[in-house]
């Protein structure tokens, strides 16, 4: 593993432990910094801030090894996972969730709503979707899940991870079907 990588992975560390003891939006880099054993110039050597640090975190840790192989088949096992994932680091996700709302559900919708359009473009194999709709469509889908899923981490996550992603793909896969079906007999009657 690179020392870039070794290094982040130790402040990811150092803020973890310190998200047990405070809140997110108490936490200065130099706490962070202090935690692993670096100064303030190495932490920004590898990140711009502390939200910089969060959005690696979130996507290294949580996205980019579940998401990776998604597929309009097999995305409720990605949220599956993701969401498992979640609830072993819940007193992390809780804190920053809860204390950095804002900046990571922007991020989250930003993420869920290209893998929206990318699951739109698939149903829409004819291309009967114009580009402003399937964008509409893509960002709706986002802040539901992304509502939802902030809302169980912040409720304290106390419905299994299946119960959620089961729940989600019922929901999803019904209105997205029949949002298209009905945009389709639209625009080609």
């Known amino acids: 593993m690179p020392e870039s990588t070794l290094t982040k992975k130790a402040i990811t560390k150092s803020l973890k432990k310190l998200t047990k003891e405070k809140p997110f939006d108490k936490i200065v880099i130099s706490e962070i910094a202090d935690g692993c054993g670096i100064n303030r110039q190495t932490f920004y050597y590898h990140f711009k801030d502390k939200y910089a640090l969060l959005k690696w975190i979130y996507t290294t840790e949580y996205i980019e090894p579940y998401m990776k192989d998604v597929t309009f088949f097999n995305w409720d096992l990605c949220i599956l996972n993701i969401l498992a994932q979640l609830k072993k680091d819940k007193e992390f996700c809780i804190?920053?969730?809860?204390?950095?709302?804002?900046?990571?559900?922007?991020?989250?919708?930003?993420?869920?709503?290209?893998?929206?359009?990318?699951?739109?473009?698939?149903?829409?194999?004819?291309?009967?979707?114009?580009?402003?709709?399937?964008?509409?469509?893509a960002r709706f889908f986002a802040y539901g899940v992304c509502g939802m899923i902030t809302e169980w981490v912040l409720g304290g996550m106390i419905e299994e991870p299946k119960t959620i992603s089961k729940n989600l793909k019922l929901l999803l896969d019904s209105s997205e079907k029949a949002a298209y079906q009905k945009m389709s007999n639209e625009l080609n009657p």
């Open 95 to 137: 804190n920053t969730i809860k204390h950095a709302n804002a900046f990571l559900i922007t991020f989250f919708i930003e993420v869920a709503e290209g893998l929206f359009e990318d699951a739109i473009n698939i149903l829409d194999e004819r291309n009967v979707v114009d580009n402003k709709t399937r964008k509409f469509f």
